[in-house]
């Protein structure tokens, strides 16, 4: 079972930069493909950017060329660089396991874009 936790979110302004992490404890996370999903008021949650064990990413249309994940292994992080936030980027952000069988959730954070 892996266990995960997202402290990092916070209030930014348009245009700046966040870089929550996802600290995962437990089975050996390195194994796994990791993703960032949101969920903003009222809408779905959905798929912001995926990161596999051997670090192939991808990302949805929306945040591309924004975000970056990236993970370290030997610390079982993942982490997401988000840069040039806008508005519309204000969601709870969680983190996700790709846990065969199961999936690990984080409890999610909360990022908000306003000035």
């Known amino acids: 079972q892996v266990q995960l936790v997202e402290p990092g979110g916070g209030l930014v302004q348009p245009g700046g930069p966040l870089r929550p992490p996802c600290a995962a404890f437990?089975?050996?996370?390195?194994?796994?493909?990791m993703v960032w999903y949101r969920q903003a008021p009222g809408k779905q949650r959905e798929s912001v950017a995926i990161?596999?064990?051997?670090?192939?990413?991808d990302y949805a249309d929306a945040v591309k060329g924004r975000f970056t994940i990236s993970r370290d292994n030997a610390k079982n992080m993942v982490y997401l660089q988000m840069n040039n936030l806008k508005r519309e980027d204000t969601a709870v952000y969680f983190c996700?396991?790709?846990?065969?069988?199961?999936?690990?959730w984080g409890q999610g954070t909360q990022v908000t874009v306003s000035s």
């Open positions: 996700y396991a790709a846990v065969p069988g199961t999936g690990s």
């Open positions: 437990g089975s050996i996370s390195s194994l796994y493909t």
């Open positions: 990161i596999t064990r051997w670090g192939s990413t």
